[in-house]
T-cell receptor, first 113, second 114 residues
């Protein structure tokens, strides 16, 4: 079935350090992988996404890598800041005309000043 | 602000009752999605509509139903409510609704069943 595993569930880093969150998906037909940031009590916000024809994508301090063979993708945040503290969700969507997103369980990132 | 609106923001009701959650998509978006977020289940896909038609269904309970109207707004109806239905319900919208289509989330409706 469709499943996305996300690790770690919690991550604490010092300000300025890097943070890495990893996800593994089960559906080999998945071809779109967004990452969402959710602050407490607020809506999930899309921060970066990657499509299966690309291996890496970068946007300022955020980067995502995709390994289709291993069905694995990761979020990398460099030079972390306290405002990066939030819950991060990875998700996967299979090819086709539906938009069903399968989410990972979430990672609570704490950046200590 | 994503441009997706949801009402009400908060809803408190008793077990056995029925509620309706409303969502208006971003201007120009044809597809609407409903997600449930509870503490122990994370974000769960419920259902997707595209231009008024159901396009995909997730683990949506039979007590729940949804529809998308000609003006593209959507409603999620929850009936015979149970304590376990307490959760944040998010609506999202996207332009077309297919693979690779970015989804933008609304602010959510927090439902508390007592």
């Amino acid at each position: 079935g469709e499943n996305v595993e996300q690790h770690p569930s919690t991550l604490s880093v010092q300000e300025g350090d890097s943070a890495v969150i990893k996800c593994t998906y089960s559906d080999s037909a998945s071809n779109y992988f967004p990452w969402y940031k959710q602050e407490l009590g607020k809506r999930p916000q899309l921060i970066i996404d990657i499509r299966s024809n690309v291996g890496e994508k970068k946007d300022q301090r955020i980067a995502v890598t995709l390994n289709k063979t291993a069905k694995h993708f990761s979020l990398h945040i460099t030079e972390t800041q306290p405002e990066d503290s939030a819950v991060y969700f990875c998700a996967a969507k299979r090819s086709g005309n539906t938009g069903k997103l399968i989410f990972g369980q979430g990672t609570t990132l704490q950046v200590k000043p | 602000d994503s441009g997706v609106t949801q009402t009400p923001k908060h809803l408190i009701t008793a077990t056995g009752q029925r509620v309706t959650l409303r969502c208006s998509p971003r201007s120009g978006d044809l597809s609407v999605y409903w997600y449930q977020q509870s503490l122990d289940q994370g974000l769960q896909f419920l259902i997707q509509y595209y231009n008024g038609e159901e396009r995909a269904k997730g683990n949506i309970l039979e007590r729940f139903s949804a529809q998308q109207f000609p003006d593209l707004h959507s409603e999620l109806n929850l009936s015979s409510l149970e304590l376990g239905d307490s959760a944040l319900y998010f609506c999202a919208s996207s332009t077309l609704g297919g693979a690779g289509d970015e989804q933008y989330f609304g602010p959510g409706t927090r439902l508390t069943v007592t």
